[in-house]
């Protein structure tokens, strides 16, 4: 379990910069869901474990805030970065089996005696089709590659439209059926209505930033949208604050960058213009796509407004 001291160093962390190399590659995010014990091995004390991973990887590794028993872990980059992400975390948690001598939450003993250890991917439901193939064939084939086991819920993740995807093995294993559910991410980019999955977030609850007097900027992305609807596309416009534009630009336009790659949508960014506090925002493509930006740049504020009351909190 992670101490206080380590959620700080954590908190940060998370905004750590990432490698330039993967503003030139293809950009995905995986999230799995993992315990809060198991979150507590992988941050380290101080946060000098998951500072190593970030580092040795070349991913960025968010781990979301959370009181409840499981927190949902994004890992962002490239293909090449992803896996040895994954496979650091899997070596990590193998690790700790060996150091407690028994199998511990979410981990097995092959029948060679080997470490299996799972993880528990999140999946937009559209995605785990194509992961499944026609037939089951995709799936077959990925188990008979890796030697990985893969089983994809029936049922959407409360309140989402999201499925869970165990995967068990080896960390070798695993690392490899990461390398291939990547390729089939990548190739087949979400479709449709997308509702993120956040742990036993209530029934139909609407999310709302944690906010203080302090913060002038409540509620950020509480936008003024417009609609104009056309025969296969749709734009939207918001308005973000002057003093959180940064978080989604990012350095040398990273951040916006990897918005623009995973939702597919086309985004522009309006300059400042006069003694204006705020920024317009245009979203052009495909009411999916268009969706998808607008989730990931309120998750960039969310995010970011968020660290800012954590800061104010401890001081």
Known sequence: MATPDDEAALQMSQEAETPEDLI?????SIRMLMSSRDVGSIIGKGGITIKTFREQSGARI????????????TITGNRESICKAFEAIGVKIEQDQAALKQPIEGM?????????ISFRLVIQTSQCG??????????????????????????????????????????????????????????????????????????????????????????PYAANFQTAAGPATTTQQMRIPNDLIGCVIGRKGQKIHEIRVTSGAQIKIANS???????????????????????????????????????????
């Open 62 to 73: 968010n781990i979301s805030n959370s009181t409840s028993s499981e927190r949902l872990v």
């Open 273 to 315: 213009e006069g003694e204006s506090t705020d920024r317009l925002v245009t979203i052009t493509g495909t009411p999916e796509a268009v969706g998808m930006a607008q989730y990931l740049i309120n998750s960039r504020i969310h995010t970011e407004v968020n660290s800012f009351i954590s800061v104010g909190l401890n001081l």
């Open 130 to 219: 194509s992961l499944i193939g026609k037939g089951g064939s995709k799936i077959k084939e990925i188990r008979e590659k890796t030697g990985a086991s893969i089983q994809v819920a029936g049922e959407t993740l409360p309140n989402s439209t999201e499925r869970a995807v165990t995967i068990s093995g080896s960390h070798n294993a695993l690392t490899m059926a990461i390398s291939q559910i990547t390729n089939i991410m990548l190739e087949n980019p979400p479709r449709g209505p997308f509702i993120p999955y956040k742990p036993h977030a209530p029934p139909n609850q609407t999310f709302q930033p944690r906010v203080t007097p302090s913060l002038p900027y409540q509620a």
């Open 24 to 28: 030139t590659e293809p950009v995905l």
């Open 108 to 116: 097995g003993v092959g029948v060679d005696g080997s470490a299996t």
